[in-house]
Structure formats: C-alpha cells, structure tokens
C-alpha cells in the first residue's frame, strides 16, 4: 500500500550488481523477435527481446546484440537484419533460435518457412511483423552493440496474440 508520499514502504533499495540488475530488468514484459542476417558471412538467427523503433522518418529501428554471439558478428559483416515478431505459438522456434536446443544455426533455419526479403535476409513467412533493414549504424555500450537500420522492406499478417516474455518466461498477449 502507498504512503502520502506515493512510496511503497515494502519497496526496497538493492545493491546495484549485475545479478540484481538483470533480476529488475526481467520485470519488464518485452515482445520475442527473431533477428535473422545473411550475406557473405552466412546465414545467421537467434532469439532477441531488445528492439524497438526509432524513427518513421526514415523509418528505422534498433536492435540489442551480444558482441560475443556468432549473430553480432554475421550481422556486422553482412551489414543487414531481419527482425521476425513472434507470435503466441513460436515457444518453440523462440527456444531454437536462443540456442535452448541442439540444433545448429543451419538447422535452426529447418524450423518453420522462411522467405527472403530486399536484403537477402530471411523473413519467417509466420511472424506477425517481419522488418528488414540495412545498418545504419552501431554503438558499443557495456557488453552490447546497439545496432540502427534503416528499413528496406516490411511484411505483416494478421494481428493475434503476442509472444511476451517477462520474469524469465514466456506469455501470450491477445492485440
């Protein structure tokens, strides 16, 4: 219950660690992508949640890659991503694509259908939104790259439910 002072007085200041950190930041509920790349150094996916547009004009959007994933680094040298919104019934692909299961990344590419879009880069003929971009630019920022690209072409179908995942699991939102 809050106070007149609008606090919560069961909230609590915490060590600032990167363990506490990452516990906070799984409170916050972030739609799953799959970002794809290909190009001269191969085909390349995995699981994301960091990603959000940054301009309609041009239109563009950012993506958040682990500098030490094999993703960051086909990304950067093909100079291109897709970015794949999943919807509810993707729990599985999204774990493929997290590297949760054995497969390979080729053999991540055997689950589902996928067509290529402007780019080269391959676009899951299922996802709700599937938006491919040319890199515009990249920063570095602690363990990350934050990766800017200017859209080349974008496919949608028709709205369903979500895939969420907040508190280290996976839920369904109805939009």
């Not at 150094?41 to 994301?48: F, M």
């Not at 100079?79 to 599985?92: A, G, K």
């Not at 920022?141 to 979500?162: A, E, Y």
């Amino acid at each position: 219950m809050a106070t007149s002072t609008g606090i919560d007085p069961a909230a609590q200041s915490l060590t600032l660690d990167s363990q506490t950190f990452r516990e906070a930041m799984s409170r916050i509920a972030t739609a799953v992508h799959i970002v794809t790349t290909d190009g001269d150094a191969g085909r390349a996916g995995g699981t994301v949640s960091a990603a959000c547009s940054v301009s309609d004009d041009p239109a563009s959007i950012l993506i958040c890659l682990n500098r030490q994933s094999r993703l960051h680094t086909a990304v950067l040298k093909n100079r291109c991503f897709c970015l794949n919104t999943l919807s509810d019934d993707h729990q599985e692909m999204s774990d493929v694509f997290a590297g949760r299961e054995s497969a390979d990344m080729s053999g991540r590419f055997t689950h589902g259908s996928w067509t290529n879009l402007a780019t080269g880069c391959p676009a899951l003929d299922t996802a709700r939104l599937s938006i491919d971009c040319e890199i515009f630019s990249v920063s570095e920022v602690g363990t990350h790259s934050i990766v800017v690209g200017t859209v080349t072409d974008l496919r949608m179908t028709d709205p369903g439910k979500s895939l969420i995942y907040v508190r280290r699991g996976y839920k369904s939102l109805d939009t």
